[in-house]
């Protein structure tokens, strides 16, 4: 296949690409670099079937010769980007989705939509099934990002219909895994950082809030059988196992062996509002559709992002020794 993946030098987009080329595939790569980052694909320079286009997806978008797949993974992801960047939010997941779709359809190719699982919102139903419409504050603070994606699926479901162009939707849920970004925002990287520099991990509320975590390796092969199936409609890709993020934090402080504590946090940022109480996946489509659910524990994952987490924080071999004494 030749394939293209926009957001390709974002944390799940560079995965993605990896993937692909792993599988004997053509990679296009397209990113604008407003989240992702070069490092991110940088063993891939000089790879015979790799290729980058520097380009901002909310703009006519033109790549020369055939394309077997449009996979459109573009987008701000973390509360911290899509707080700070809402309208470029927007355009992307409106214009960028326009813009991707009608290349899929000029190509003749496969569109594979990166939705997300706060489509939900705050769900009033768990675990989350596809059937789920959700529970969503249009115009609060987080709404340019939820109503991005819902309107995302919109056009990808209005092209499939009126167009016949062939879509797939992926609901992606809490995923984590090297090539995260320190500064993400988002609690694996934050619990991550501050147990490795022995700072209190920052927790909001009471910590009662559930999250259920899936390893960037399942979540890419997920996606990749899904590209593969015949499934229109949206599918679930995430890991089912759920727990508090209290308990979280204190999992990330005992596989670090550190020292750091809890500090709890009220609530009143910006990015908390509207922030689920629950988050799980019902993978049951997954599982039935997709034979795939997750395969890699939390703990050897965790284990491997810690590891990147370390070295990116530049702490020396004595330091990692030192903390696991």
Avoid at 120 to 131: A, C, F, N, S, V
Avoid at 223 to 228: F, G, S, T
């Amino acid at each position: 296949m030749r394939v293209l993946i926009t957001g390709a030098a974002g944390f799940l987009g560079s995965h993605l690409c990896d993937r692909f080329l792993a599988e004997g595939h053509t990679v296009i790569g397209m990113d604008n670099f407003i989240t992702g980052s070069p490092t991110n694909i940088t063993h891939l320079a000089g790879h015979k079937h790799f290729h980058f286009i520097h380009h901002d997806v909310t703009n006519y978008i033109y790549v020369e010769g055939t394309l077997d797949a449009v996979l459109h993974f573009a987008s701000p992801a973390s509360p911290i980007d899509y707080l700070e960047l809402p309208i470029q939010t927007l355009k992307v997941g409106a214009l960028g989705t326009h813009k991707a779709l009608g290349l899929a359809k000029a190509k003749g190719a496969r569109f594979l939509l990166a939705s997300t699982s706060e489509v939900y919102g705050d769900p009033l139903i768990h675990p989350q099934p596809e059937t789920y419409w959700g529970n969503v504050n249009p115009i609060g603070p987080r709404g340019v990002y939820d109503e991005a994606k819902r309107f995302a699926e919109a056009m990808t479901m209005a092209y499939h219909r009126y167009h016949g162009v062939d879509t797939r939707i992926v609901r992606i849920f809490n995923t984590f895994g090297p090539r995260m970004r320190l500064e993400d925002g988002r609690v694996v990287p934050n619990f991550i950082a501050q147990a490795l520099r022995g700072e209190p991990l920052t927790v909001y509320g009471d910590g009662s809030q559930t999250r259920s975590f899936c390893y960037v390796a399942d979540l890419v092969d997920g996606i990749y059988r899904l590209l593969h199936s015949d499934q229109v409609e949206p599918v679930n890709i995430g890991n089912p196992a759920e727990m508090t993020i209290l308990n979280f934090a204190h999992k990330i402080i005992e596989l670090t062996h550190s020292d750091s504590t809890i500090h709890f946090v009220q609530p009143t940022d910006s990015r908390i509002q509207d922030d689920p109480k629950v988050r799980r996946p019902d993978i049951s489509q997954a599982r039935q559709i997709l034979a795939w659910s997750p395969k890699i524990s939390l703990d050897e994952g965790l284990h491997a992002t810690t590891e990147y987490f370390r070295e990116r924080l530049g702490l020396a071999e004595t330091d990692k020794v030192a903390a696991s004494d």
